[in-house]
């Protein structure tokens, strides 16, 4: 395969900072490579309204014109997977191969678990303003969000935390059926966030899908581990 470009998608809240050494490797591999700085997130602009996976979408697209990538390897972290795969499944030429790291494409906690449990955050929230209880306010937020599965959730303010909302009811699915692009799901064994079940199930799935489990890792050993993710990446594109 040729050397496409590679562009990362980072996970929820991250920036390009974080994914530098990621970046580093795949150019020392001869790829040139880019990372999206979404809006909202660590070196991306402030939104100034509430964000939907559709919107994040669109400004993948208008950073591949602005750049002149007409087509790319995405290397997808956690939140970034949602966008690609959202995005591949509607322009599928704008990739010649998709990586995928930690992404829940498939819900993680039932949508009844976690409203019963934003529920009970939301009573808690009266029952803690009375002292002593007062005192323990953030460490019990923190343990019900944790239960809920929604840690993310805990700690976006304002927009974000709406903006988080509007993406995870998002069901990636359909998206997901309709990509016939090759795969490479690469997952840590121990990934709490995003388990290896979802990993299995996002398998069937795509079509066209390999899937490596990376044993004793957890979720974020795609920017922590770069030599390595380059090492899996250019193993499996070329088999293709």
Same mark, same amino acid.
């Not at 795949?26 to 700085?37: E, H, I, M, Q, S």
């Given at each position: 395969?040729?050397? @496409? ?8 809240? %991250? ?6 050494? !990621? ?27 509430? +964000?939907?996976? $559709?919107? @994040? ?27 690609? &795969?959202?995005?591949? $499944? =509607? ?10 790291? /930690?992404?829940? /494409? ?7 678990? #976690? !409203? ?7 009573? /808690? *929230? ?6 002593? #209880? $007062? &005192? ?6 923190? &343990?019900? @969000? ?7 959730? +805990?700690?976006? =303010?304002? %927009?974000?935390?709406?903006?988080? *909302? ?8 359909? @998206? ?16 709490? %966030? ?27 050993? %795609? +920017? ?12 499996? &594109?070329?088999?293709?």
């Amino acid at each position: 395969m040729n050397k @496409y470009p590679v562009v990362i998608l980072p996970g929820w809240m %991250l920036g390009s900072k974080r994914f530098t050494s !990621l970046m580093a490797e795949f150019t020392k591999a001869g790829y040139k490579t880019y990372c999206v700085d979404f809006p909202g997130f660590e070196q991306g602009m402030e939104l100034n309204r509430v +964000y939907n996976l $559709s919107d @994040y979408v669109r400004y993948v697209e208008k950073f591949l014109k602005q750049k002149g990538i007409a087509k790319a390897i995405f290397v997808c972290h956690s939140f970034g997977g949602r966008v690609a &795969l959202k995005l591949l $499944s =509607q322009e599928p030429k704008r990739a010649a191969a998709l990586v995928i790291s /930690g992404t829940p /494409g498939f819900p993680t906690v039932s949508r009844i678990r #976690f !409203l019963i449990t934003m529920s009970v955050a939301k009573l /808690g *929230k009266i029952f803690f303003l009375l002292p002593p #209880f $007062s &005192l323990f306010k953030d460490r019990m937020r923190r &343990l019900l @969000y944790r239960v809920a599965g929604a840690t993310d959730f +805990y700690h976006a =303010q304002g %927009l974000m935390r709406e903006t988080f *909302k509007n993406v995870v009811k998002e069901r990636l699915g359909e @998206y997901m059926q309709k990509i016939r692009l090759p795969v490479l799901l690469i997952w840590g064994s121990q990934d709490r %966030l995003a388990p290896i079940a979802i990993a299995k199930r996002m398998q069937k799935t795509l079509t066209r899908s390999k899937l490596t489990i990376i044993p004793d890792r957890g979720h974020n050993f %795609l +920017y922590k581990e770069p030599q390595l993710i380059v090492h899996h990446t250019e193993e499996f &594109l070329q088999k293709l």
